[in-house]
């Protein structure tokens, strides 16, 4: 009888109901890993992705604002696949406005999504990874984190700190084997920026050194090349085509 082949690596992607997340899930399950997907307000996306995949998935659902739910979704996937020796954190959102008419609450939520999300599952798996001192964490900030953009304080405020959870997280972690990065990713052609308006459109534009927004296609390979080295930690590489913002 023919030994069993060994598990395949697990991976977890949050915000897997995105372009980017998506794209993400697509690229690790090309490289044969099982893939967790989350997803919250539109878990059907995440399942949409998961059918194309030809490797073990699991989808699951959480606010990921909510450390219990988080944890517990990171189980599901754990227990349906296996441990996680990867996390890519693309789950975020914006509502952009003036910090003097956004409203606190606003304000917070967007914070709560981007930042406290991505502390959750970094939560959430960490555990595991620095038990088996084996790991991979990629984070994903923005440029707008980088260089501030006004109307965008809460957004900034949250990426920015992603930077500063991304390179503490590298140094408390680097020991166990375990490396945390991030990616920056410019403007990526989605129903986000589908729904900007052309005057904002030509505006961010003509920013860009490369005159054009980016894809998810073009911002996975670096999410890729810092999965599969085991050397590069504590690093925020910027995928923006140029962004001045």
Same mark, same amino acid.
């Given at each position: 009888?023919?030994?069993?082949?060994?598990?395949?690596?697990?991976?977890?992607?949050?915000?897997?109901?995105?372009?980017?997340?998506?794209?993400?899930?697509?690229?690790?399950?090309?490289?044969?890993?099982?893939?967790?997907?989350?997803?919250?307000?539109?878990?059907?996306?995440?399942?949409?992705?998961?059918? =194309?995949?030809?490797?073990?998935?699991?989808?699951?659902?959480?606010?990921?604002?909510?450390?219990?739910?988080?944890?517990?979704?990171?189980?599901?996937?754990?227990?349906?696949?296996?441990?996680?020796?990867?996390?890519?954190?693309?789950?975020?959102?914006?509502?952009?406005?003036?910090?003097?008419?956004?409203?606190?609450?606003?304000?917070?939520?967007?914070?709560?999504?981007?930042?406290?999300?991505?502390?959750?599952?970094?939560?959430?798996?960490?555990?595991?990874?620095?038990?088996?001192?084996?790991?991979?964490?990629?984070?994903?900030?923005?440029?707008?984190?980088?260089?501030?953009?006004?109307?965008?304080?809460?957004?900034?405020?949250?990426?920015?700190?992603?930077?500063?959870? =991304?390179?503490?997280?590298?140094?408390?972690?680097?020991?166990?084997?375990?490396?945390?990065?991030?990616?920056?990713?410019?403007?990526?052609?989605?129903?986000?920026?589908?729904?900007?308006?052309?005057?904002?459109?030509?505006?961010?534009?003509?920013?860009?050194?490369?005159?054009?927004?980016?894809?998810?296609?073009?911002?996975?390979?670096?999410?890729?090349?810092?999965?599969?080295?085991?050397?590069?930690?504590?690093?925020?590489?910027?995928?923006?085509?140029?962004?001045?913002?």
């Amino acid at each position: 009888m023919a030994p069993a082949s060994d598990p395949a690596p697990v991976a977890w992607v949050t915000g897997a109901s995105g372009s980017l997340g998506g794209e993400v899930a697509r690229d690790l399950a090309r490289r044969g890993f099982a893939v967790g997907l989350h997803a919250h307000r539109h878990p059907e996306r995440a399942r949409e992705v998961a059918a =194309t995949l030809d490797t073990a998935t699991s989808v699951v659902t959480a606010d990921l604002t909510d450390a219990a739910a988080t944890a517990q979704a990171a189980a599901a996937v754990e227990q349906a696949l296996g441990p996680i020796g990867v996390l890519v954190a693309c789950a975020g959102s914006r509502d952009d406005g003036l910090l003097i008419a956004q409203s606190p609450e606003r304000w917070v939520d967007v914070v709560g999504v981007n930042l406290f999300g991505s502390y959750h599952a970094c939560r959430a798996v960490l555990p595991g990874m620095l038990k088996r001192r084996s790991g991979r964490v990629v984070l994903i900030t923005s440029p707008i984190g980088l260089q501030g953009n006004a109307g965008q304080t809460a957004y900034a405020s949250a990426k920015a700190g992603i930077v500063g959870l =991304t390179r503490s997280l590298a140094r408390e972690c680097g020991g166990r084997g375990v490396t945390v990065n991030a990616v920056a990713p410019g403007f990526i052609d989605s129903d986000i920026t589908a729904g900007l308006s052309d005057e904002v459109r030509e505006g961010l534009l003509r920013r860009i050194d490369l005159g054009r927004f980016t894809t998810a296609a073009e911002v996975v390979p670096t999410i890729a090349y810092l999965v599969d080295n085991g050397y590069v930690t504590g690093q925020v590489i910027s995928v923006d085509g140029g962004a001045h913002l």
